[in-house]
């Protein structure tokens, strides 16, 4: 155990006399800052200093958290990851040792205030194997009846306190095995889903969830109540009138499913499709074709869930024209950036050696194929400078329909990684143009030669159409180079596969006996093709060619889609280079796994 124990701090010890003796109730957050001031204005030191934080911690912590770094009850509020991948979290909750349960033994055992006696005992039984000590069940029991006195006694600042408390009660009932508590807390717990029904909110659905589904909690009486009032309220909330509320009425149509999915009753849940569906048409009515399109979707797909073929058509037609019509609604955003001529000088020479061109195009081959690590990095930077943008999500819209769903950085690390790839291609453009250009100008090849390098590794049996989509890039015909290139390049990765020992053909899902080629994306699947180009190679492929999140240039040539905005040097410069990848993996790989190695 260390050395020096905490010592009780009378200033803190006055700040919370102070909050209990104010006859409101106790507010934990207005608490954590008052006694954090005090520990500033006294200017501590040393264990003191130490000792005041970890009574202001004590309050300043995260419920119901069961994330990093304990995985518990409490948690941190929040969390900051440098430069070098070190998490720091908000409190910094690594400090704590076991000195801390001590201290906040003490303050349990003065304080009779039900709030503080439920959060020091609580602590005291949830942290306790995080900070080295065996768990005591007399802390469960003591947390127990302190956040029923707080219920009892209206000792929470607000309704949600009063129900946080009742679940916290329930939780600690069943760890405790204590049946007569876990009646007390589920009747609480019953009273305040009556409460709810009354108030604009309706319900808290982790009180629905618990009541209805966790084992030896609910009982028959109460689930047919709850599931009655979900019923009303879902007719409420999906037809037009003061109650109209879509995105209840979604929530509500989660939970009545997974009921009736158990029950087995089809036409129930069919019941709640439908009117989930017809809610989100009509909200889609009332909105713009951006915010329409969004809802026509929700809309499609619980119509399509519910077998109701004419409705889902009818609905996905109404979203195709939203579609259509939410480009004009769309605003172009650009910005200027300027590179020196200085500095794009040293990283051409960086690249093109006038001595070697295998060599220069090696170095161009393996420059530009992004990292996987620094990419994350980049995504993390920019929810750091924007964490709103990064909590968004992001719909792709691809001619008359939704392609992509990108969700928030938290949620979605590989959709945002996947769209960072797609827009690095397009800023680093210019520096791929330029080095292409001066090793072409330096060691003066032509298209047959490029195409000659790009198969020095057997991706192709002809190269004739690889070379005339070459000279299209060199004329600048940018709509033929598109539109032979990209059949050609996933042409030459069934070629490496099948170079690799491992089938380039399919059965055929419907057709006994026939068998298809692998397309782009099933080949990029291969888990040898994986293991032999390496993450940071197929992760570049899948953004540029087969995943709708980033460029997806094989669907959209595959299904003419393509657009004058596709056709462009850009684009086809990284066609350009995907073809020196295909010659030149061996190297990119080896090189790879050296600086791995480091």
């Not at 010890?13 to 608490?31: S, Y």
């Not at 939970?255 to 019941?271: C, I, P, Q």
């Amino acid at each position: 155990m260390p050395d020096e124990p905490f010592p009780l701090i009378e200033a803190m010890n006055a700040v919370i006399r102070n909050e209990a003796a104010t006859g409101a109730p106790v507010n934990f957050h207005r608490l954590e800052a008052s006694m954090h001031n005090t520990r500033r204005e006294l200017e501590l030191s040393g264990t003191d200093n130490m000792s005041a934080w970890v009574d202001a911690v004590a309050f300043g912590l995260a419920t119901d958290h069961f994330g990093e770094p304990w995985q518990r009850y409490f948690g941190p509020i929040g969390s900051l990851t440098d430069e070098n991948g070190t998490v720091q979290y908000l409190p910094d909750v690594q400090q704590l040792d076991e000195r801390a349960l001590d201290l906040w033994s003490q303050r349990l055992a003065v304080e009779d205030h039900p709030a503080f006696r439920a959060r020091y005992s609580d602590l005291l039984w949830e942290l306790a194997p995080q900070l080295g000590r065996r768990r005591d069940p007399v802390h469960a029991r003591t947390a127990l009846a302190a956040y029923e006195s707080m219920i009892a006694e209206n000792a929470h600042e607000a309704f949600f306190d009063k129900t946080d408390a009742a679940l916290r009660m329930l939780t600690l009932a069943l760890s405790l095995r204590d049946e007569a508590a876990k009646v007390r807390s589920r009747d609480l717990l019953m009273e305040e889903f009556r409460e709810l029904l009354e108030s604009p909110r309706r319900f808290n659905f982790e009180i629905v969830e618990r009541l209805l589904w966790e084992r030896s909690v609910g009982t028959p009486e109460i689930t047919q109540e709850i599931i009655a009032a979900l019923d009303d309220a879902l007719e409420e909330s999906s037809e037009e009138g003061d109650r109209f509320n879509p995105h209840l009425a979604r929530e509500i149509g989660i939970r009545l499913r997974r009921h009736y999915n158990g029950l087995r009753s089809r036409t129930d849940v069919v019941r709640v499709q439908t009117a989930v569906a017809s809610a989100f048409e009509t909200l889609a009515a009332r909105s713009d074709a951006m915010v329409a399109a969004a809802h026509l979707d929700v809309a499609a797909t619980e119509f399509r869930n519910a077998g109701d073929e004419e409705a889902f058509n009818r609905v996905r037609t109404a979203r195709a024209e939203a579609v259509a019509k939410s480009n004009a609604e769309m605003a172009a955003h650009s910005f200027r950036f300027e590179i020196g001529f200085d500095d794009m000088e040293r990283f051409l020479d960086s690249i093109v050696d006038p001595e070697d061109v295998g060599l220069s195009l090696a170095k161009i081959a393996n420059e530009f194929v992004p990292r996987l690590g620094p990419l994350r990095d980049r995504v993390l930077q920019t929810a750091r400078v924007a964490p709103i943008q990064a909590a968004i999500s992001i719909n792709i819209h691809e001619d008359e329909h939704i392609a992509a769903v990108i969700g928030s950085v938290d949620e979605d690390m590989e959709g945002r990684m996947m769209h960072q790839t797609g827009q690095d291609a397009i800023f680093a453009g210019i520096f791929l143009d330029q080095a292409l250009e001066r090793c072409m100008d330096v060691h003066g090849l032509d298209s047959h030669a490029i195409a000659g390098w790009t198969n020095r590794l057997g991706a192709f049996d002809d190269l004739i159409m690889v070379i005339e989509g070459v000279e299209a890039w060199r004329t600048g015909d940018w709509i033929k180079a598109l539109h032979v290139l990209v059949p050609q390049i996933e042409l030459g990765l069934r070629r490496t596969l099948r170079g690799l020992g491992e089938p380039i053909v399919r059965n055929h899902p419907t057709m006994p006996g026939r068998q298809i080629l692998l397309n782009m994306g099933e080949v990029l699947s291969n888990t040898q093709l994986q293991t032999a180009f390496g993450d940071d190679t197929i992760h570049y492929f899948r953004a540029l060619y087969v995943d709708p999140r980033a460029r997806n240039l094989r669907n959209v040539v595959a299904h003419g889609l393509t657009s004058m905005s596709d056709a462009t040097s850009t684009t086809c410069d990284r066609l350009i280079h995907t073809l020196l990848v295909l010659g030149f993996w061996r190297d990119i790989a080896r090189t790879t796994a050296a600086a791995a190695a480091q």
